[in-house]
């Protein structure tokens, strides 16, 4: 884990909170009528599940950080509504209820390895009501070929930033890839500072994906391209950073 999921969470927080109304509506959607509890593994700093409880969802969310844990506690108490936060490894965590459904965004999942992604697997599926569905976001790519970064400015309170997020290095036959985050401070408090880490991750082709799911206790229902709007159902082959993945619980 990284400095940017510890000692950075603020700074976090800024660069990757965004408008996310129209996907948590299209979530809903996809977790059906009758859901009403929510887990989130890897929930970060929370904005999933503040954004999953103002719609009236009863969310829970897991992470192994504790800097990440306290500022979610924080975000959720600030914006007045409720839902559990534990301090948990999303490869061996015991909760004490199944949930409706689950969802794991911004492929939050590339950091775990193959092995640690089957242990997840079989917690969740532990952790889920029969047939519920798991919203997973993983990128899934067929070529060794680099996409270009990610580039977005954002701001808070004064204080602003200039993000990038770039793939730089892939090897699908090891199946791991790196990736450079860097964070500038424009303006604010810390004006001039910049972090900049790289992060050792998965690289999932849509073979190896398969295998993995394959493997485990749930079954892959649907793709979808987070890319396009309207997220249209997709072949895996089709790839992308965004993809979105429906998986069903046993």
Known sequence: MTGLYTDEVELY?????WD??????WLVERFGPSCTTVLEPGSGTGRMLEALAVRGLAPCGIDCSAEMVAFSRARLSEAGVHAGVMLADMT???????FDAA?????????????ELG???ERMADHLEPEARYLVQVGVFDSDALPPPSEWEAERDGTALRCEWAPVERDLQAGRERHRSRIEVLAGPREGEVLEELHELTAWTSATWRQAIAASP???????DGSESGRPNVELEHGGGLMWHELAAP
């Open 92 to 98: 061996d965590f015991e909760l004490e209820t199944r």
């Open 103 to 115: 969802v794991c965004p911004i492929n939050t999942l590339l950091h775990l390895t193959p092995d």
């Open 119 to 121: 242990l997840h697997l």
């Open 20 to 25: 996310i109304e129209d996907e948590v509506a």
């Open 13 to 17: 927080d800024i660069a990757f909170t």
């Open 218 to 224: 749930l079954t892959e229902i649907a793709a979808y």
